[in-house]
């Protein structure tokens, strides 16, 4: 079964550190680019990077330019998502997401489950 | 760059359901669509403008027109009824942006 399966909720203090990972099944990482978008509560997606899961290149959205790390270990198919000094805007939830270049498809075609990240002192 | 969508559309059942994204740059790139249901992942339902994945409806659709581009549902059931992005990227298709969403009702 192709699925992207994420780790569970997180609860951190301001200041601290999260990482989130994305592991990848019924199919190869290495094959799709990997995304990540995150949405706080009632509120919309907002695109936060993305990963080349053969290379390890990166692009991130000036928004989160030095404080998000985006890594993969292919021995494993798991993505991670490492975001640092966290405030109460970081409160949201995390989503992993393939990238449909290599189908002809384009977009975002399989999306992980979601990870609640919690910032609160 | 920024996608425009309106914040909420509401339909009857049965009705038809068109759902709007503007953006300078929508002629030189294909928009995706995505459907979201409360608690749930979003789904992409239309890409490359105008394409459905396998297993969506045909009763949705998308067009383009110049810098806006439609998502349409025809016949609207309860099930429709769900939050929707669209979504573009840059000519790289690496740097991508989300509209800030429309929240189907269906009455």
């Known amino acids: 079964q192709v699925q992207l399966v994420q780790s569970g909720a997180e609860v951190r203090k301001p200041g601290a550190s999260v990482k989130v990972s994305c592991k990848a099944s019924g199919y190869t990482l290495t094959s799709f680019d990997m995304n990540w978008v995150r949405q706080a509560s009632g509120q919309g997606l907002e695109w936060m990077g993305w990963l080349h899961t053969n290379t390890g290149q990166t692009g991130y959205t000036q928004k989160f330019q030095g404080r998000v790390t985006m890594t993969r270990d292919t021995s494993t198919s798991t993505a991670y998502l490492e975001l640092r000094s966290l405030t109460s805007e970081d409160t949201a939830v995390y989503y992993c997401?393939?990238?449909?270049?290599?189908?002809?498809?384009?977009?975002?075609?399989?999306w992980g489950q979601g990870t609640l990240v919690t910032v609160s002192s | 760059y920024e996608l425009t969508q309106p914040p909420s559309v509401s339909v009857s059942p049965g009705q038809t359901a068109r759902i709007t994204c503007f953006g300078d740059?929508?002629?030189?790139?294909?928009v995706y669509w995505y459907q979201q249901k409360p608690g749930q992942a979003p789904v992409l339902v239309i890409y490359?403008?105008?394409e459905r994945p396998s297993g969506i409806p045909e009763r949705i659709s998308g067009s383009t027109s110049g810098t806006t581009v439609t998502l349409t549902i025809s016949g609207v059931q309860a099930e429709d009824e769900a939050d929707y992005y669209c979504q573009s990227s840059d000519s790289s298709a690496t740097y991508w942006v989300f509209g800030g969403g429309t929240k189907l009702t269906v009455l």
């Open positions: 997401a393939r990238g449909a270049a290599a189908t002809g498809t384009g977009g975002f075609d399989l």
């Open positions: 490359k403008d105008t």
């Open positions: 740059a929508l002629p030189k790139e294909y």
